[in-house]
């Protein structure tokens, strides 16, 4: 099973708060967040950790069983897996103009094509974040990252979306499981239901792209494990009090 939780560090950005969570994590966190430079980064680095930290103890999971995090904007993110022997990987983009000319150079053609082919400017939007969390959650699940090379595999957007060209190195079955927020909360999205059978995508509707960007998140996680539960939404003020308590 994969489980993941998301959480705003807006929190965080108060220093009494970020001193407190700063205590909760392992030095070598710590001395990280040392290194950074911005608030931002400091509190993205402290809170993730300690939202991996609150989940291990929530799940029984184990130190050495897959993980992953990622974060953007004011938002964290983890993905954990209670299995071993499985891979997991997740992304979260905040949404903002799209950039073509990263698509044109790293992309697939196909998956290209799809965005820069698109006249409606919100469809376009969508699209590149969609195809820019699936693919980076896809090369973190296989622990190489960007380094695995973003035209080495292929995605076709669907509900749920499909890898249709795989490395060579890589010929696990995976799965996706996909989310938006937007306006600080979880909204449901048409995309992802974590099995891998290949369906005809149709766009999201009118609510959302009439809200696209302006605080909008997209979420991917990739996974071997088919069971790829929904995303859900944590709070770091009520984190704390639990960690603490």
Aim: proline fraction near 4%.
């Amino acid at each position: 099973m994969i489980r993941t939780w998301t959480a705003s560090i807006v929190p965080l950005y108060e220093e009494d708060f970020y001193r407190l969570c700063y205590g909760q994590v392992p030095s070598f966190r710590r001395e990280k967040a040392d290194r950074m430079k911005g608030k931002q980064v400091r509190a993205q680095s402290v809170g993730v950790w300690l939202l991996y930290e609150r989940m291990k103890k929530e799940y029984g999971i184990e130190a050495d069983t897959a993980y992953n995090l990622s974060h953007s904007g004011d938002y964290v993110l983890c993905s954990v897996s209670t299995e071993r022997h499985v891979k997991v990987g997740c992304d979260i983009e905040e949404v903002k103009e799209p950039n073509l000319k990263i698509a044109g150079r790293f992309f697939c053609p196909a998956e290209y094509e799809q965005i820069a082919g698109e006249k409606d400017k919100v469809l376009q939007q969508e699209y590149f974040f969609r195809y820019w969390v699936l693919k980076e959650s896809f090369a973190k699940a296989t622990r190489e990252g960007l380094a695995l090379g973003m035209d080495t595999f292929e995605i076709m957007l669907g509900n749920p979306s499909v890898l249709v060209k795989q490395p060579e190195n890589y010929p696990e079955r995976y799965h996706y499981r996909e989310a938006v927020l937007r306006g600080g909360e979880l909204v449901p999205s048409e995309s992802g239901t974590g099995c891998t059978e290949s369906g005809e995508y149709e766009p999201e509707g009118k609510e959302y792209r009439e809200d696209a960007g302006g605080g909008a998140y997209r979420i991917a996680v990739c996974s071997t494990d088919s069971g790829i539960e929904e995303v859900r939404q944590a709070d770091f003020l009520k984190l704390l009090r639990v960690h603490t308590g």
